[in-house]
């Protein structure tokens, strides 16, 4: 068992490589402006759309002009989805005949696809229509991921450059996210879903009569378009509710591959992205590094907890041991065609990369499973984290990392020779505090009010993990559900809406003027005595900074949650 | 350590405290904690007092301690501030008026502009140019050193300061600073550490710390709501207790000490800092412009050949050379005498009946010698002693070129001497480099700061010095002008620079290094332009001052990572206590195996306030720093404070717990 576990992780974690360095390559290309094979046809499109919206492209913005484009721009599209799904009913596209969505679901819906989240409140075949799928839901996975490519660009260009007072251009890079990197990988993944069986129609629903005679009606649509994007812009948001458990969402074991590949794709691209732009490939991939190993060490933590099964029906004599003929575990909620190695390997890494997506019930993982699950997003984000948000995380944690530990050298601190002050130590806290004050403080109303308690399906510590879980999602922009939870209620639907927005965009503008502020700075040569970023050293201090910030936030939650829990089901108790 | 106890308690005041805002939080949730106490003692809730009197006094003791360790720094200055404050208050000035009149005024009514007197036996009553004069000055007030120094009008060594006292002769000085601003009352501040601002890194530090401090707060504030979702109740002294273990109490009680103490270092090694930022950016500093004369070399070059030629022998060369540099008081001059007389023992001038005529060095001539009758005897550069013996007739031996470039290929300088027309021999001149120069860059090197030499020599004579000293770099031909171009050029390659400097010439030099020391025995504009004073005007303390910033920088960094380190321990011993009645599993957590729920809780909050008194002699020697690289030093530190300070209190808080539940407190 242990052999197979390696042999699909060891796959994957193989062919995660090359995919970062040539997509990294690319994506420097892209922004940079040179030269790549799609120019031809893309050129034209791209000068068509500056010139009907009247863009000069090549106008630098300061970062508080960016960051005020970039807002403008996520406010219109947050209003016109949520119009649009107050009246999908009046308009055409709508076969099954979808009612207008209630004003509290589509406010959350509407925060959920902005923000890149991706948290569906909703059942998507009994709640939107097709035209809500594609122009308001699809559109949306396209740019809200495309507007985190973005920003990471403007904020790497503030790490990278030099008395500098601008970091790009956003209406620029909103552009070249969406053409050159979202359209054409999730065209290509598109394709190859439908070549797996994925359906592409705007078909009204299928009714069969099933062997027993009942009446089952077969939900379908445009899903391998809303799919490829959903994975590639690390939305998460699935056609079904289902999600990517659902046979015409994922259905073969290599779709599996090819989605887990495809959401962390960009994530990992930038790593190497920003190594080239640094002038050091080795700064890229010393990042790269820590969350690799922070995500290897959850997935194999999760794999063994899932693997290991449930002691409590150990007891009743259920054979949970792998064999020829199963994978053995705690197959509870898991597909048996991904069976324990690639649920939990999804689940580990859907939740590192704020993706969201997920191919098995989170609900029923064994609790250390779901503590990977929770924690992994508790992390900020930044272990691939989501299309952008992950390398700004990451950047920030490693500005604050060269903070506290690079004093240890003897020199005031300093990150790629520019030195860390007292400003941009204001904003990364300020970037840093957001995540914890905005997931704590709502999960305490929700643990001391009876609307935040009544959504909850289980009682004891796991019913405190759903609507810890939810938060957390929310926050970390993720979208994944922990399931369980009625999260369709005005009171959770506002909540998490709030949560989604904040944790969103209140990071954000710490990070952009984190990168504003760094770029105005002049770069110091390294020298003998300079503080190493690259490396090892510096990438195991990474991971620790990390983990520490995160364990000592929400250790006292967590402890409460999925930690007594497994210690509770270990000594055989169960609450009810 | 009385006088630091009392200023431990005086510094309770909330309104001094807020400056240190981690230790201000934990005085606001002592008082909390305090209040909750009588609440409960009035309520008679007899069972809760013992404990949570003992929680509130230890969280009391941590707000003491943090002071404690501040009040310790700041005591070491204090009575080195009592001498100097004796000095200045009690001096009377002779005040030249505009009429010439003399004054008595207290030094104290001096404004900048104002003339005085000083006489021998006076204590110059301000900062201030010599306009007139040249005295013997005693520093000892400022720098420790009884020997007396020569102060005089114009060059670089007419500063003189508040506090020193006139040993001999009369000078009259031109205040330049009015009282409060003067040399001594910034030293004064500076070693009671009164006016310290917080550096720009203090700043930033504090900044992580509240940060920090707000997660937490948040972590613990959120709490009770999920306790009561668990059926767990929650008592305000055991909120506060957490919290406090949790926010970095160790390195916020000790910020303030180690900034204080790293001033104090510099200090006891006889430089003052102008600011604190001036220390940090010493540890940056990874360039370093040194003089060559006084600081690679010995101040002057020395006759250490003659070389005669055209068939002269060495001893009328000797005797040449030695009547041509009678009259020469120059270092260079004075050091040929010697060295002929250590040749050839000659002594006393063989003048004869003539009258001797000396002839000065000039910059323009650049030669020197003396006229003896007939006789023309000069020494000087090759190029004018060759011109001149030309201009009398001589001829110019054929050996004479390969000698003295060979000279100077060496770094030395050939000084020709001719006897009227005749070319008698060279002096070879040399530069006497420092003994062990060498390994102190080599020291510097490992520490990753560049050495960079400046020298008016031409650049064969610059490189010969370079390789013998090994610095790492140098310019040839500098004029005052270059430092400052080098200083720009270099900042502009991303580089921190120091340099020391006396001259005048040297001010906007020193201002535009990022740390620029002065000298003491220099003029008052370079004084005014350094960020640091060297009162032993010696310029290879620049490596002490560098190394005395990284440790404070150091120290700093280590404290932070040891203190958030030490928040793993405390939240195993915490947490389960906590929730122990509502969820026993998870005493599975408690694996310091602690005796029951309060003495882990208090056995945490005495380990919090006992490792910031524990950790004072630390932060005031500072972490030792050793020149082996940055990756090394980082190496070593993580592991030390990183890991150190995970372990550490798993140990400290057992013990604690074995003492408390021993003794029955808890």
């Known amino acids: ?576 | 350590m009385v006088r630091a106890c009392l200023d431990a308690l005086r510094k309770l005041d909330p309104r001094a405290l807020i400056r240190n805002p981690v230790i201000f939080v934990v005085e606001v949730t002592s008082l909390l904690s305090s209040a909750v106490l009588v609440h409960d003692f009035s309520r008679g809730y007899r069972g809760l007092i013992p404990f949570e009197f003992q929680v509130v006094v230890w969280l009391w003791f941590t707000v003491i301690f943090a002071n404690f360790a501040e009040a310790m720094a700041e005591g070491r200055g204090k009575a080195q501030a009592d001498t100097l404050r004796r000095t200045r208050t009690e001096t009377q000035a002779k005040k030249l008026a505009e009429d010439g009149q003399l004054q008595k005024v207290p030094a104290t009514s001096l404004r900048r502009g104002d003339t005085v007197l000083c006489e021998a036996g006076d204590i110059i009553p301000g900062d201030g140019e010599i306009v007139e004069g040249v005295a013997a000055v005693n520093e000892a007030a400022i720098t420790g050193e009884s020997a007396p120094v020569i102060r005089e009008a114009g060059g670089d060594r007419s500063a003189v300061t508040g506090g020193t006292l006139v040993i001999s002769d009369s000078i009259k000085v031109q205040i330049s600073a009015n009282p409060g601003e003067t040399f001594l009352d910034r030293m004064i501040a500076l070693v009671e550490g009164a006016q310290r601002r917080k550096t720009p890194n203090e700043i930033a530090l504090t900044i992580l710390l509240v940060g920090l401090t707000i997660v937490f707060l948040l972590a613990v504030a959120t709490l009770p709501s999920f306790a009561r979702y668990a059926g767990a109740g929650t008592t305000v002294p055991m909120l506060v207790a957490l919290f406090v273990c949790l926010i970095p109490t160790t390195i916020g009680g000790l910020l303030s000490a180690i900034g204080i103490a790293g001033m104090d270092r510099l200090v006891q090694h006889n430089v003052l800092a102008m600011s604190g930022r001036a220390v940090e950016a010493a540890g940056d500093v990874d360039t370093l412009l040194l003089d060559k004369t006084g600081t690679i070399t010995l101040g002057n070059r020395m006759a250490s050949e003659f070389i005669p030629v055209g068939g002269v022998a060495l001893e009328l060369l000797a005797e040449t050379a030695h009547l041509a540099s009678l009259a020469d008081e120059t270092p260079e001059g004075r050091s040929v005498v010697t060295l002929a007389k250590r040749q050839f023992g000659l002594r006393a001038p063989q003048t004869g009946q003539e009258q001797p005529k000396f002839v000065a060095f000039s910059a323009h001539t650049r030669m020197s010698g003396v006229d003896l009758g007939s006789r023309n005897i000069r020494k000087g550069a090759a190029e004018q002693v060759i011109e001149f013996a030309r201009q009398l007739g001589g001829a110019v031996p054929p050996e004479l070129a390969p000698i003295t470039d060979a000279i100077a290929r060496e770094g030395g300088t050939p000084l020709v001497v001719a006897d009227g027309p005749r070319i008698v021999g060279v002096i070879h001149l040399k530069d006497v480099v420092k003994e062990g120069i060498r390994e102190r860059f080599a020291r510097l090197r490992a520490m990753g700061l560049r050495t960079v030499m400046i020298t008016g020599d031409n650049p064969l004579t610059a490189q010969a010095i370079a390789r013998e000293s090994g610095v790492d770099d140098f310019v040839a031909e500098a004029t005052p002008e270059t430092k400052l171009k080098l200083i720009r050029q270099e900042q502009a390659k991303g580089r921190m620079v120091a340099m020391i400097g006396d001259g005048t010439n040297d001010a906007p030099a020193l201002a535009q290094a990022d740390v620029g020391i002065a000298m003491n025995a220099g003029t008052q504009a370079a004084r005014e332009a350094g960020n640091m004073v060297d009162l032993d005007s010696n310029p290879t303390k620049v490596m002490e001052v560098v190394e005395i910033g990284k440790q404070l920088l150091m120290t700093r960094g280590a404290l932070t990572t040891f203190s958030i380190a030490n928040d793993i321990a405390k939240y195993f011993a915490i947490i389960p206590a906590m929730f122990m009645a509502a969820y026993p599993e998870l005493s599975a957590l408690n694996v310091m195996g602690l005796a029951t729920p309060e003495s882990a809780i208090l056995s945490a909050v005495i380990f919090n306030a006992l490792i910031i008194v524990l950790l004072i002699p630390l932060s005031l020697r500072g972490v030792e720093y050793r020149p082996v690289g940055a990756a090394r030093i980082l190496a070593r530190n993580l592991l030390v404070y990183g890991l150190g300070g995970i372990v550490v209190p798993f140990i400290g808080i057992k013990l604690i717990d074995l003492v408390v539940a021993g003794l029955g407190w808890a």
């Open chain 1, 1 to 576: 068992m242990f052999w197979n576990a390696l042999a699909q992780v060891g796959l994957f974690s193989v062919v995660l490589l090359p995919v970062t360095v040539v997509l990294g390559r690319y994506l420097a290309r892209v922004f940079s402006g040179e030269r790549t094979a799609l120019d031809p046809v893309l050129r034209p499109v791209e000068r068509l759309i500056y010139q009907v919206s009247g863009i000069d492209p090549r106008s630098e913005m300061t970062w508080a002009e960016y960051a005020v484009a970039m807002l403008l721009f996520q406010l219109v599209g947050m209003v016109f989805l949520y119009l649009l799904e107050r009246v999908q009913a009046f308009l055409p596209l709508n076969p099954q005949r979808m009612a207008a969505v209630p004003a509290d679901l589509a406010f959350n819906t509407a925060a959920s696809f902005v923000t890149n989240t991706d948290w569906q409140a909703y059942a998507g075949e009994t709640t939107m229509s097709y035209l809500t799928q594609m122009a308001g839901l699809t559109y949306q996975n396209f740019v809200s991921a495309a507007t985190g490519i973005g920003v990471a660009m403007a904020i790497i260009r503030g790490f990278v450059r030099r008395s500098a007072k601008t970091v790009g251009n956003f209406w620029y890079d909103l552009v070249r996210a969406t053409l050159w990197v979202e359209l054409p990988l999730s065209l290509v993944l598109a394709l190859v879903l439908l070549w797996q069986g994925v359906p592409q129609n705007l078909d009204p629903y299928v009714h069969a009569t099933t062997l027993e005679g009942a009446h089952q009606s077969i939900a379908e649509g445009p899903v391998a378009s809303q799919e490829a994007i959903k994975y590639v812009g690390t939305n998460g948001g699935g056609f079904f509710n289902a999600n990517s458990a659902h046979p015409y969402e994922n259905p073969t074991p290599l779709t599996n591959l090819l989605e887990l590949l495809a959401f962390v794709a960009v994530s990992a691209g930038l790593t190497y992205t920003f190594g080239l732009m640094a002038g050091d490939t080795r700064q890229g991939w010393t990042l790269f590094g820590a969350m690799a190993f922070i995500f290897l060490v959850g997935a194999a933590g999760a794999i063994a907890a899932e693997q290991h099964g449930n002691p409590l029906l150990a007891r009743l004599g259920i054979d949970q041991r792998a064999s020829a003929l199963q994978c053995g575990g705690n197959m509870e909620g898991k597909e048996v065609r991904f069976g324990i190695v690639q649920s939990a390997l999804f689940a580990a890494l859907t939740t590192d990369v704020a993706c969201g997506g997920v191919n098995a019930a989170h609900d029923s993982l064994m609790p250390l499973g779901g503590l990977v699950a929770l924690l992994n997003m508790q992390l900020g984000e930044v272990v691939f984290g989501g299309a952008g948000a992950g390398i700004v995380g990451m950047l920030v944690m490693a500005v604050l990392s060269v903070f506290v530990a690079g004093l240890m050298v003897g020199r005031t601190p300093e990150y790629l020779g520019k030195k860390i002050e007292s400003r941009e130590m204001k904003l990364a806290m300020l970037y840093v505090l957001v995540f914890p004050a905005v997931v704590l403080l709502l999960a305490a109303v929700a643990g001391s009010t009876a609307s935040g308690l009544a959504s909850l399906s289980n009682p004891g510590p796991h019913g405190f993990s759903q609507f810890l879980y939810a938060f957390t999602s929310g926050a970390a922009n993720n979208g994944s559900a922990f399931g369980g939870l009625n999260a369709n209620t005005p009171f959770y639907n506002l909540l998490i809406g709030l949560d989604m927005l904040v944790g969103r965009y209140l990071m954000i503008i710490p990070a952009l003027a984190l990168g504003g502020s760094l770029g105005a700075k002049r770069a110091l040569a390294p020298s003998a005595g300079t503080f190493p970023t690259t490396g090892l050293l510096f990438a195991a201090l990474l991971v620790g900074v990390i983990l520490i910030v995160a364990g000592l936030t929400f250790f006292p939650a967590l402890s409460l949650g999925p930690i007594v829990e497994h210690l509770a089901l270990m000594a055989g108790k169960t609450f009810k």
